[in-house]
C-alpha cells in the first residue's frame, strides 16, 4: 500500500526543546517537501529536497533543520531557535507534478 | 512577488446547486494549475490540473477553467453533496519550478 506516513499525528513539546518530525514514503518519489500551515492561512515551504544529500530552504526555513540520507525518508527538527512552533507540519512526495501529501503532524508547544 | 488570491470567506450553498470557486494570480504565468482538497486535521488531496493550452478540464461533477488573459481559474462542483464540504486550494505553478506555491484556500460549505 503506496503513500506517505507522518508521525506522530500529535507532538506535544516544551519551550526550549528540539524535536524531530517523521515523514517516509514508499512511492520511490526523488522529490520531497515540508510545509507549516496556520489557522486561515496557506501552506507554507519550509524545506524541499530534489534528490538524496541535497535540499534547499524553502520561505520560512529559520529555526528548522532537515536531511536527506535516504529517498524515502525527510525527517525535519523543530529547533528551540524557532519562535512559534506551534502549527500544522505537512510532508510530500512528488512523482511527476502531483504532490502526494502525508497526514500532518500537529505540533504544540507547552 | 508571485501572489495567488482566493476568497478567504466560507461559500455556503445547498445540496445540489453549483458550487463556485475563484483562484486569481499576479505577477507570474503558470503553466498549469492544480486544485487540491483538504479536509480538516488532514493533508490535501489532488484532485485536478489544467495545463495553460487547456481551457477546460473536467472529472465526474468537478470542471476547471483556466484563463490566462484575467490570470484567474475557476472550480466548479455540480449537484453539489454535503460531502464535498471542505477547503479547496489551488496552486499555479511552472515547469521551470521546483516549488509549489499555494493559495489560502477556499472553505465550502455544503447544507442539506
Known amino acids: 500500500d503506496g503513500g506517505i506516513t507522518q508521525s506522530p499525528k500529535y507532538l506535544f513539546r516544551k519551550e526550549g526543546q528540539n524535536v524531530t518530525l517523521s515523514c517516509e514514503q514508499n512511492l520511490n518519489h526523488d522529490a520531497m517537501y515540508w510545509y507549516r500551515q496556520d489557522p486561515g492561512q496557506g501552506l507554507r515551504l519550509i524545506y524541499y529536497s530534489q534528490i538524496v544529500n541535497d535540499f534547499q530552504k524553502g520561505d520560512i526555513a529559520e529555526g528548522y533543520s532537515v536531511s536527506r540520507e535516504k529517498k524515502e525518508s525527510f525527517p525535519l527538527t523543530v529547533t528551540s531557535a524557532q519562535k512559534n512552533p506551534t502549527a500544522f507540519y505537512l510532508c510530500?512526495?512528488?512523482?511527476?507534478?502531483?504532490?502526494?501529501f502525508g497526514p500532518g503532524t500537529r505540533l504544540t508547544v507547552l | 512577488s508571485q501572489k495567488i488570491e482566493q476568497n478567504s470567506e466560507a461559500l455556503n450553498i445547498q445540496e445540489g446547486k453549483t458550487a463556485t470557486l475563484t483562484c486569481n494570480y499576479t505577477?507570474?504565468?503558470?503553466?498549469?494549475l492544480q486544485w487540491y482538497r483538504q479536509d480538516p486535521g488532514r493533508g490535501p488531496v489532488f484532485l485536478l490540473l489544467?495545463?495553460?493550452?487547456?481551457k477546460e478540464k473536467r472529472k465526474e461533477r468537478l470542471k476547471v477553467t483556466f484563463d490566462t488573459t484575467l490570470k484567474q481559474s475557476l472550480f466548479h462542483i455540480t449537484a453539489s453533496q454535503p460531502a464535498d464540504s471542505a477547503t479547496y486550494l489551488c496552486a499555479p505553478s511552472s515547469y521551470n519550478t521546483d516549488k509549489l506555491i499555494f493559495g489560502t484556500g477556499t472553505r465550502l460549505q455544503v447544507f442539506p
Open positions: 510530500a512526495s512528488v512523482g511527476g507534478i502531483e504532490q502526494f
Open positions: 489544467i495545463r495553460e493550452n487547456e
Open positions: 505577477n507570474y504565468s503558470p503553466a498549469y
